[in-house]
């Protein structure tokens, strides 16, 4: 018998479809596209291919040269342009505004054949505290509300690019889904007076059934509600809205986690293509209510790209999941 | 200069990425995935080889025999199981029910060979009636509460067998996508005493540059914030909120807009992959509100499955488009 199943922070059902239930082989032997060999602008030796470096981590002195462990550079062809104005503007019924904003590329290692399941976890470590330092930089531009990190990795998960890289857009306005799930949270924080996240992580714990990995700072599972086989959800034991206040501590503690989910979908899935996306509150103070520090919860959503079946479902919002999370959970654990 | 566009249903703001702007060369050459040739299930002959059919059009009389126009059968593999009890349970913070509904097969064709680029007017036709008749029938249902009317067309767009066929999935809770239109809807009825969708209609009349087909009582054209390249929409120019209401003339004039979309969409992008969904009212009277017959208005929504672009728009409802729906409708019509 088919399940559905309740999101309890957007409230989206999702059908858990046991009749079209399939093993992790069943996705990990579709064929695999490879992406283009040949010359890569990311790899190290090639900085003049890339635009001028914003930010980067090397030994000894110099830009854009070589010996880097980390570098972050504009998106050679960015969703978003740095100039314009920030007015919305009217057409009959429609609105519009520039397309203003940020592009950035994080190329993640110098080395070619590196990614989160064969770098270490210092290598990582590394990511996220890039991360924090481009988030941090980006917040002080008041245009930008929202900033949005995430990694697309193979080819049918959207990257254009094989080397080891993520990217963070920042926007003018706050994406739908973000709102959403801002708002879904205070609804549940208003009923019940608690993170709803929160409460996620203490019953996830409790069933143990859905967890992929308990480090010290976070856990990761498969969400109830997956939409896709093998999503995995990590969540910060400590309740905050914000990213930004990653501790050292908690880096190293994300770094471990990411290791291990990584390296685990990998060996599990054949090494599949994936996305995934940091949520955070907005960046900007204009965006923010007097409670969102008690009522959301930042974190990070990981979807492996395995499934055509979802055909219709981003025109409805209704997914169609082929695997119980409680049986990826296990495939991951073990 | 990129450009943000807002969605005026749903607020979904969408980038219009002209620095990646394409032709629709670019989309067409894609190299397409062949799906399995040899036996197919659903030609003419194989009737043994489906499930019992639920309805059908045929010559003389008979069931599950040849000679027929159209056929609907259960789907082999349901998403959803039609026995099962529709009752909230709960377990902590998460909520779930039984995997209830219906979900169906519309064969369109006998032929293999047949689309809905070379099908004949009369054959679109039959397709539309027969989505009003399972539509008309599923409705006595009291436990089904919407009713999606679907088509996956081609691998990359989840349909895993080749010959034309369309989907219905009956289910008892309204897809969250659906209710954020209908609250959408019923918010700028409010704010405006006008349904936001015939604004549409007269606003791309007057327009006329994203036009794609005027038909006597149809609109087709790529919507102001469009999310996808080639991305169109079938209005019907009376308001209603009911699909089911269509009339035998409607039909027709529908019948003669899907052939000329579906011709131009076959010809400029080379047969690409697609979903199409038709977004009608709940089908159960406790889901309607008394000004629903007012505020919302019935409409077919089709998405060519053209970019890989797409990674993390799923996850964040963002998206980026890199053709502007001007441009899109110019190539559709020309």
């Known amino acids: 018998m088919p399940e559905l199943r309740k999101d309890p922070i957007i409230g989206r059902w999702v059908i858990i479809a046991t009749e079209r239930a399939k093993r992790p082989d069943d996705f990990s032997k579709a064929e695999k596209k490879q ?7 990311f790899c190290e030796g090639n900085e003049d291919k890339t635009p001028p470096e914003i930010y980067a981590v090397r030994k000894g002195g110099g830009k854009n040269t070589s010996n880097w462990k980390i570098r972050v550079v504009p998106n050679k062809f960015p969703a978003l342009s ?13 609105q519009y505004m520039d397309g203003v904003g940020k592009h950035e590329v994080i190329i993640e290692s110098p080395k070619h054949y590196k990614s989160l399941h064969n770098m270490t976890k210092r290598e990582i470590e590394l990511i996220i505290e890039t991360y924090k330092k481009r988030y941090l930089a980006l917040k002080l531009d008041e245009k930008l509300r929202y900033i949005l990190i995430f990694k697309n990795y ?12 993520s990217q963070i857009i920042a926007t003018p306005i706050v994406p739908k889904r973000v709102s959403e799930e801002l708002y879904g949270a205070r609804y549940y924080f208003n009923e019940n007076r608690s993170c709803v996240f929160c ?25 109830y509600a997956s939409r896709f086989p093998f999503e995995v959800w990590i969540l910060p034991k400590r309740h905050t809205a914000f990213f930004e206040t990653i501790t050292q501590e908690e880096i190293k503690s994300l770094s471990k986690t990411f290791k291990f989910v990584f390296s685990r979908l ?4 054949n090494d599949p293509p994936y996305n995934y996306i940091l949520h955070t509150a907005p960046a900007s103070m204009s965006d923010k209510w ?45």
């Open 154 to 165: 193979g080819e049918e998960a959207g990257a254009s690019l094989s080397h080891s890289h």
């Open 35 to 41: 992406l283009k060999k040949g010359f890569c602008p």
């Open 199 to 223: 409460d996620m992580i203490k019953q996830e714990k409790r069933h143990k059934e859905r967890l992929v990995f308990d480090s010290e700072h976070f856990l990761a599972f498969t969400p």
């Open 82 to 94: 740095p100039e314009g104005e920030v007015r919305k503007k009217e057409i009959g019924i429609y």
């Open 266 to 269: 990998h060996s599990v899935l």
């Open 290 to 334: 007097p409670t969102m520090e008690y009522d959301y919860h930042w974190h990070i959503e990981i979807i492996p790209k395995l499934t055509k079946v979802a055909g219709f479902e981003w025109g409805t919002g209704f997914y169609i999941n082929p695997m119980k999370p409680e049986d990826a959970a296990r495939y991951l654990r073990e």
